[in-house]
């Protein structure tokens, strides 16, 4: 069982930022690919950003230029840098971890971006 755990959310004024964190447990985390996904109060989840294990890189269109992903193979971390943060990013923040047809959900970290 792949146990991932996610941290690094919190409160944030606009315009602030933060960088959320998830550590793997698995030896096979260079082969993974990661993700990070969020899900607001009454949303469906959605996909935020992922990063294949060859380091290609997707984002949600209305977070590119202001998220960056990005993954440690060595601490088996991946990450997410959050700039130019929005009311509307406002979110519980999950942790993906995907190999063929098997994946693993972090606890989920809570995000608020309020002044």
């Known amino acids: 069982q792949i146990q991932l755990v996610d941290s690094g959310g919190g409160l944030v004024q606009p315009g602030g930022s933060l960088r959320l964190s998830c550590k793997v447990s698995s030896p096979y985390f260079n082969v993974f690919t990661m993700s990070w996904y969020r899900q607001a109060p009454g949303e469906s989840r959605e996909l935020v950003a992922s990063i294949s294990r060859l380091g290609s890189t997707h984002y949600l269109d209305s977070v590119k230029g202001r998220f960056t992903i990005s993954r440690d193979n060595g601490q088996r971390i991946v990450y997410l840098q959050m700039t130019s943060l929005k009311p509307e990013d406002t979110a519980v923040y999950y942790c993906?971890?995907?190999?063929?047809?098997?994946?693993?959900w972090g606890q989920g970290t809570q995000v608020t971006v309020s002044s």
């Open positions: 993906h971890a995907k190999i063929q047809e098997s994946y693993s």
